[in-house]
């Protein structure tokens, strides 16, 4: 079986990437396991043995994801600030929670985009 850039083909009615992406599904059997925290990548499928640590070699990019989306946020937050001029306490209740939601949502896109890629790879064609 191999996974396609959409995700695991073996299924069917398989989600897109970003659908796995939320889920946490595994690239192989489609199980919600690839994901032990919020953003940290389990160490194998419980449900097909999986090694998902093996496939994830990318780890060090993920500090240039956050630094975009750090940049992005930043600029989104001075162009608001600049347009609305809302009080400090809006700010920090509205940024707070979207920062740290964006960062989880990059992250876990990104780490499932390079675990099917190297999964994808690591399958004999």
Same mark, same amino acid.
Not at 1 to 4: D, E, I, K, P, T
């Given at each position: @079986? %191999? &996974?396609?850039p959409s995700g695991p083909t073996e299924n069917k009615g398989q989600p897109g990437l970003v659908s796995a992406a939320l889920s946490g599904l595994c690239p192989r059997c489609g199980a919600k396991t690839l994901f032990a925290a919020p953003a940290a990548?389990?160490?194998?499928? %419980?449900?097909? !043995?999986?090694? $998902?640590?093996?496939?994830?070699? *990318?780890?060090?990019?993920? *500090?240039?994801?956050?630094?975009? #989306?750090? /940049?992005?946020?930043?600029? &989104?937050? /001075? !162009?608001?600030?600049? +347009? #609305?001029?809302?009080? /400090? +306490?809006?700010?920090?209740?509205?940024?707070?929670?979207?920062? $740290? *939601?964006?960062? $989880?949502? &990059?992250?876990?896109?990104?780490?499932? @985009? +390079?675990?099917?890629? =190297?999964?994808?790879? %690591? =399958?004999? %064609?």
């Open positions: @079986m %191999s &996974a396609g990548l389990a160490d194998a499928c %419980s449900a097909c !043995g999986l090694d $998902i640590l093996a496939l994830e070699r *990318g780890g060090r990019f993920v *500090g240039v994801v956050t630094m975009l #989306l750090a /940049l992005v946020l930043i600029l &989104a937050a /001075l !162009g608001v600030d600049e +347009w #609305l001029r809302p009080p /400090l +306490w809006a700010s920090l209740l509205f940024w707070a929670p979207v920062t $740290i *939601g964006s960062v $989880i949502g &990059a992250i876990r896109l990104y780490k499932t @985009m +390079w675990v099917y890629h =190297q999964y994808e790879e %690591s =399958q004999p %064609s």
